[in-house]
Structures are given as C-alpha cells and as structure tokens.
C-alpha cells in the first residue's frame, strides 16, 4: 500500500536542505574579504508565511547578534509558489555572492512536477544549511461546519467540487500535497479535491477569513497567532505527535484515523556559482547563529523546531529527498 510508503517518505521530508556545488570561478575570494556590499536574503512568497517569517528571523538574529555586520535586508518575490523567483535566481543571480534565499520541501516539489513544473531546482543552488522543521495544518474559520478532519473528508467524498481547499502554493506544491494527502489515504481520488492556490501563506488566511476558502492546508508555526486570536480552528496537524502551545490540544492525523506525517523543513541557499568564501563564510555564521539565545528565541516565538544541517549533509539530504518527491508526486499522478 502506498501510504505505507509515505509515512517514512513523510518523515524524511523533516530532514534538512544542505550545500550542493561550493567551488566556482570566482573561488578565490576568501572568507575574510566577504562580505563586500549589504546583503538581500528574498522570501519568494508574500508577506507571512512560513519563508517570509524564517528569512526575517534569519536576517534579525544574524545582525542583532553582529556575527554579520552588513545589513540584510529581506525582500518579498512572490509567484507560482516561489517558482517564479527561483527562475530569477537561478539564472540572473547565479554568481551573485550577496543574494541568499530561504526555500523548504517546494524547491524539489515544483521541479518534479507536471503541471506549473519549474525547470529549476536544488541542483540549480548552493544550499547552505537547514535550520528548522515544521507541519503541516489542516485549517478552518473558527464558525466553520466542519468541527474535525474526518468531516471535512466526509464532505469532499459526498461532493468534491462542494468544499474548497485553499493554500499558500501552487497546484502541486506543499500546501496542497499537505491538504490532499488525508484524502489520498481516505481513499479520495486526490484531483477530484477542489484546490485554490494563492502566494504565499498570509494571502491563504485571509481566503480563509473572507468566506474565499473552505479549508486551508499551511504550516502550523504561522497559523499559531490566529487561533491564538480566535479566528481560526486547527483540525488537525501533520507530525508525529502533538505540538505545544497554541495547538496542544490538536490532534495529529494519526489520531484523526489519516495514517500518514509530513514535515517541512526550512533552509538557506547561495546561488549556484557561490565563491568558496562566501560558502565558507555562511557556513561558519548559519552554524554560530543556530547556537546563540537570540536565535533560540525566535525558535520559540514562531513555534519551530531547530534541525541544523550543514551544506554537506543538506546536499546529501536534498539528493535522497528528489527521489522521494518523485515517488510522491508519481502515486499522486502529478509527476513531470
């Protein structure tokens, strides 16, 4: 049975991105010459999901803590679920030591699949760490009908074009391989389910509030402040157990009869010709950084866990992890 297969192809996925290709033309900078102009860390989504969060925490602790003295600064690029910027890095930035991005599980996702298939991926990077994991939630507004899981199900298998789900990423993407894999496992065709793709996390909320969505798939660490506010209802998460705080008392999927996991991870990315310098250079402040109380604070405060790879164990990870999208995607009839 596939699902049998995905719950540990789940788990993998909470692993973390590491560092592909680290020599260059341009290898002879060294570590102690960069960084020479301020540096732009780009969210490839909209203003508050998960990587427009990750890349502001990043770039507050790096310079709060001075271990990087140029400013960053964090720019927004939404599009096709960060397919369009991934485009622009990929090959207008390509040995533009001073622009980093964050990316997660979407990176290895748009460029496995068939429809809105990105023609770059991981390969077309320099991944420079990981640094933290998350799940996924299943989401409605806090009057919705639907009070668990297996309601929601019940209502896609009753009408499938009767219920949307909305998320922060293209078709094909996480948000949507998180909200339609409880009902692959309830034995839902996964393309009859009515999904609507909007850029970035923040923008699938406010679908959600305005009566646009049904049901949102997003990660759980940004939705904490709308339950938190009263505004929405988590049915259930994606890990392994339950979380803490705010969704302590949310069930995971398991417990909702769906027997499956998805993790996301989150990590940093030079682009593909970084300079060895500048590789050696994030390489030694991602790892101080992961070790400071600042840091661990913004842990705490977006409700993410720490995993810390680095670039080397993050490649390997991102080599193995293309298969297992591939599979993914292949069971889900999504695959290029």
Known sequence: MWMKKFAPIALVATLTLGLAACSSDDGGVKASEYPKNNITLVAPSGAGGGWDLTARAIAKTLNDTKLVEKPITVENKPGGGGAVYMAEFATKEVKNDHVLM??????????????????????????????????????????????SLQDVLDAIKADPKAVTLAGGSAPGSMDHLVGVLPAHEAGIDPKSVKYVPYDGGGEAVAALLGGNADVIATDASTIATYVKSGDVRVLAVSSSERLEGELAEVPTFKESGIDAEF????????????????????????????????????????????????????????????????????ALGMQK
């Open 102 to 147: 964050v990316k997660s599980p979407p990176i290895l996702i748009n460029n496995n699949k068939a429809e809105g298939n990105s023609p770059y991926g991981y390969k077309d990077t320099t991944p420079l760490a990981q640094l933290t994991r998350d799940y996924g939630a299943i989401v409605v507004k806090n009057d919705s009908k639907f009070e």
């Open 263 to 330: 993790t996301i991870w989150r990590g940093i990315f030079g682009p593909k010709e970084m300079s060895e310098g500048a590789v050696t250079y994030w390489s030694e402040k991602l790892e101080k950084m992961t070790e400071t109380d600042e840091w661990k604070a913004e842990l705490e405060r977006n409700g993410w866990a720490s995993e810390y790879r680095n670039s080397e164990d993050f490649t390997a990870y991102l080599e193995e992890q293309d298969e297992v999208i591939v599979e993914l995607l292949t």
